[in-house]
């Protein structure tokens, strides 16, 4: 009987997806504001990983442009709504900004 539970346990751990990736949320708009935060905070620093990142465009005068090692995704000019990218972010450098408004919509940070 133990070794049909311990079965049934290792055959539900198995089974269990892995673990989801860390959740970002982007924002550019409706004013002159961008923003990269994690659980309601401004990212400075992360960690190495795999990340999902929802992007709300709110106006159609900005986007939302995301560079580092490996990565280059961007919301349209024009557009707006929701976006959700998954992203590897790899030890480095990343930046964002509006590309129309980049000498003052901007943000950076490092992951390590």
């Not at 049934?8 to 004013?31: C, D």
């Amino acid at each position: 009987m133990k070794v049909i539970l311990a079965a049934a346990v290792l055959a539900l751990v198995l089974a269990a997806p892995a673990t989801s990736a860390t959740a970002l949320t982007g924002t550019v708009g409706p004013g002159f504001n961008i923003s990269l935060t994690a659980g309601g905070k401004k990212v400075t620093k992360l960690k190495a990983g795999t990340y999902t990142i929802v992007v709300s465009d709110k106006s159609n005068i900005h986007d939302f442009h995301l560079t580092g090692p490996g990565v280059n995704k961007t919301t349209s000019v024009g557009g707006t709504g929701s976006q959700t990218w998954k992203i590897k972010l790899k030890a480095g450098k990343y930046h964002y900004q509006c590309d129309p408004h980049a000498s003052f919509m901007k943000g950076d940070f490092t992951v390590s």
